[in-house]
């Protein structure tokens, strides 16, 4: 089965980090771009940033350039998400998404973090 | 910096009706770049429409996607009850950028 996983809920504090995960399986994992898109609770969704695995080519919306770093491990098909330093803002549902024909046909289930005092 | 308006806000309809999506870019793109996605409670998106309009797969033929230049409609034929969600249109745009609309939710009259 055709499907990208995301690892579990997270309740992190200001100022910590965090990497959240996005196993990919049921196909070739170097063949497609996959990307993170967040949404932030009650609001709409915002696409992030994108890579290639195979290569680990890396494309990110400016908004987000600078506070997360995407990342992937072919020999385990993993995409990852990372932040530095977690701001209550960051506090959002995160999906990772499948790229095809520019648009996005396979989404996770997502992974809720909470970044709360 | 591509911008996608979708209205209305939120459409009030009954099972069985029409509905009419609207999703307007502010830059011309092709049509092989707009896409359009479900959204219902608690749940992930779901593509729709590739393309725009391109049914994914194991999407009814009551979901059909039309437009051009930067006007683009999602329309439903007859409501299912299934189908009362929040619906994104998301544009690719140049350099490789992926930009969401915020949005039409349909509701049940």
């Known amino acids: 089965e055709v499907q990208l996983v995301e690892s579990g809920t997270e309740v992190k504090k200001p100022g910590e980090s965090l990497k959240i995960s996005c196993k990919v399986s049921?196909?070739?994992?170097?063949?497609?771009?996959i990307g993170w898109v967040r949404q932030m609770p009650g609001k709409g969704l915002e696409w992030m940033a994108i890579i290639f695995p195979a290569n680990s080519d890396i494309k990110y919306n400016p908004p987000f350039q600078g506070q997360v770093t995407i990342s992937a491990d072919t020999s385990i098909t993993t995409v990852y998400l990372q932040w530095n330093s977690l701001k209550a803002s960051d506090t959002a549902m995160y999906y990772c998404?499948?790229?095809?024909?520019?648009?996005?046909?396979?989404w996770g289930r997502g992974t809720l973090v909470t970044v709360s005092s | 910096e591509v911008v996608l308006t979708q209205s209305p806000g939120t459409l009030s309809l009954s099972p069985g009706e029409r509905a009419t999506l609207s999703c307007r870019t502010s830059?011309?793109?092709?049509?092989?770049?707009l896409a359009w996605y479900q959204q219902r409670p608690g749940q992930a998106p779901r593509l729709l429409i590739y393309a725009t309009s391109n049914r994914a797969t194991g999407i009814p033929d009551r979901f059909s996607g039309s437009g051009s230049g930067t006007d683009f409609t999602l329309t439903i034929s007859r409501l299912e009850p299934e189908d009362f969600a929040v619906y994104y249109c998301q544009q690719y745009g140049t350099s490789f950028l992926f930009t969401f609309g915020g949005g039409t939710k349909v509701e049940i009259k």
């Open positions: 998404a499948r790229h095809v024909s520019w648009s996005f046909d396979l």
């Open positions: 049921g196909y070739s994992f170097t063949s497609n771009w």
């Open positions: 830059q011309s793109a092709s049509s092989n770049y």
